[in-house]
């Protein structure tokens, strides 16, 4: 369970984003919920000087199709691409299968390539756990990931 605001972060802290390219790759499944989580991304972007032609933003059909969409992101000169997906449990296995499948490429992606992938995809046993870490009463999963993207971008310039 969130026990913080998952958009609370120490806005001073934050690097400037204005020289960096994001790439965000979101699943049309759940979109009620991944739509919030990508406007708390762009929004945070946004505010830490990234501009509008420097955020790119591509919809897939699934959250296991963020695999493959991220990898092709990432060919697309971007700094840094944030994958937004939503999960949640049902009656069968298959939620257990997308997660696994969905982390594990994510890490594959991340251990395999030059440009960072940001884990945006709330695996969440309701429909009311993924409302409200999507811009609910836990803040928006969205903006961790923008914060964690810029942080991300930053480190790979310096690195």
Known sequence: MATTDLSAY?????????????????????DNITEG??????????????TP????????????ELIYGSKKMQE??????IAIGSVIQGETKHFDFVCDA????IKDLNVQHETPVIFCVLTDNTLQQAI???????GNKGVEAAVAALKMAQLRENA
């Open 76 to 81: 697309q000169l971007v700094d840094v691409v």
């Open 53 to 64: 032609d420097n955020i790119v933003v591509w919809h897939v059909p699934g959250s296991y």
């Open 132 to 138: 409200d870490r999507s811009g609910g009463k836990h």
């Open 102 to 105: 969905v982390s594990q490429g």
């Open 10 to 30: 120490d806005k001073a802290s934050i690097p400037n984003g204005k020289q960096f390219r994001f790439g965000i790759v979101v699943s049309e499944w759940n």
């Open 37 to 50: 989580l990508l406007k708390g991304a762009k929004d945070t972007l946004l505010e830490h000087g990234v």
